[in-house]
């Protein structure tokens, strides 16, 4: 389950190596109420299935802890790296269809997370940001395959970005998508390993309104 988790995790850190930014003071990593978590920082809320299993603060934390590990290996420096990195990033939302653990095979999930963008000019559009995720996962182990080229895909009447992954290793689909708001790279992971769980997961994503 780890290397499933760092796919999902490493294209939402792909600018974070560079200058420490910071999560403004006013940001808003959102609430949980009545089965739907509204963000008033973006603008934005999803009512979701409160049969899965939703992940808190310090869960979220320490997936992205377990993920930079993972990544990093042996490499001290670049552990380092990702550690001071992660202050850019904010992990918002996070569900799977099963408590993280609890389950040896798939385990369908929707990945929410925000970057800030500030010290990055020349990602002008959510495709500049797609563009270099895909670069970032080319130079990486994982056994992928691009399904789908960078597509349009109008979420909560918003265009965001969307790239269709697979991988091999684990027989996992990842539709990843991404749109810029407030300064800040929303993206938006969805795994799943099965057509009923992709329906279940896209029923949220359609859920979602941005005012």
């Not at 910071?22 to 963000?39: A, L, T």
């Not at 998508?177 to 992709?198: C, H, K, W």
Request: charged share 20%; aromatic share 12%.
């Amino acid at each position: 389950m780890k290397k499933i988790i760092l796919s999902c995790c490493a294209v939402l850190l792909l600018l974070s190596c560079k200058d420490d930014v910071k999560i403004p003071e006013n940001f808003d990593y959102g609430k949980i109420e009545n089965g739907v978590y509204d963000n008033k920082f973006f603008n934005f809320e999803l009512a979701f299935n409160d049969q899965w299993s939703v992940q808190t603060k310090e869960q979220m934390h320490q997936m992205s802890e377990n993920s930079r590990n993972t990544m990093a290996g042996n490499n001290q420096n670049l552990k380092n790296t990702l550690q001071a990195s992660q202050i850019n990033v904010a992990d918002l939302f996070s569900i799977f269809k099963f408590p993280v653990g609890s389950v040896t095979g798939g385990n369908a999930s929707l990945i929410i997370n925000a970057e800030n963008l500030k010290s990055f000019p020349n990602v002008k559009t959510p495709r500049d940001y797609m563009v270099a995720a895909r670069e970032l996962l080319d130079q990486t182990s994982l056994k992928l395959i691009y399904e789908k080229e960078p597509y349009t895909k109008t979420i909560g009447g918003k265009q965001f970005i969307g790239m269709e992954i697979f991988n091999q290793d684990y027989n996992l689909t990842q539709d990843y998508f991404v749109t810029l708001r407030n300064g800040f790279a929303i993206s938006m992971v969805l795994s799943y390993d099965n057509p009923e769980d992709q329906q279940e997961l896209y029923k949220m994503l359609d859920t979602i309104q941005f005012e």
